[in-house]
């Protein structure tokens, strides 16, 4: 099993900038490619970002192309969705996962999941 733990999410201005981390712990080795969704009231939990095992490969959804990025550093188990000119339309629940394949977009493919953290972006 995997576990893991969000945290940096809270209420931010139209503009502004949060950084969410998620720190994993348990059998790390068991899981590759991470990832970050978010889901909105009465929406559907999408993908936001991902990341493969090395690093070398990311995923970033149309609609933060640009704002956000997803670093990682396998050295302390953690990953990171750094969040830039954040948007109303940003406003959800952000939850880290962890996929058994190497990297993936699919939602489908992720196993593991954190209890999820409040982003909300006030216009």
């Known amino acids: 099993q995997v576990q893991l733990v969000e945290s940096g999410g809270g209420l931010v201005q139209a503009g502004g900038s949060l950084r969410l981390s998620c720190a994993a712990s348990g059998r790390t080795n068991s899981s590759s490619g991470m990832g970050w969704f978010r889901q909105a009231p009465g929406k559907e939990r999408d993908i936001v970002a991902g990341i493969s095992l090395n690093g070398r490969t990311t995923y970033y959804a149309d609609s933060v192309k640009g704002r956000f990025t997803i670093p990682r550093d396998n050295a302390k188990n953690t990953v990171s969705l750094q969040m830039n000119n954040l948007k109303p339309e940003d406003t959800a629940v952000y939850y880290c996962?962890?996929?058994?394949?190497?990297?993936?977009?699919?939602?489908?493919?992720?196993?593991?999941w954190g209890q999820g953290t409040q982003v909300t972006v006030s216009s």
């Open positions: 996962a962890a996929t058994e394949a190497v990297y993936s977009y699919s939602r489908a493919l992720y196993k593991y």
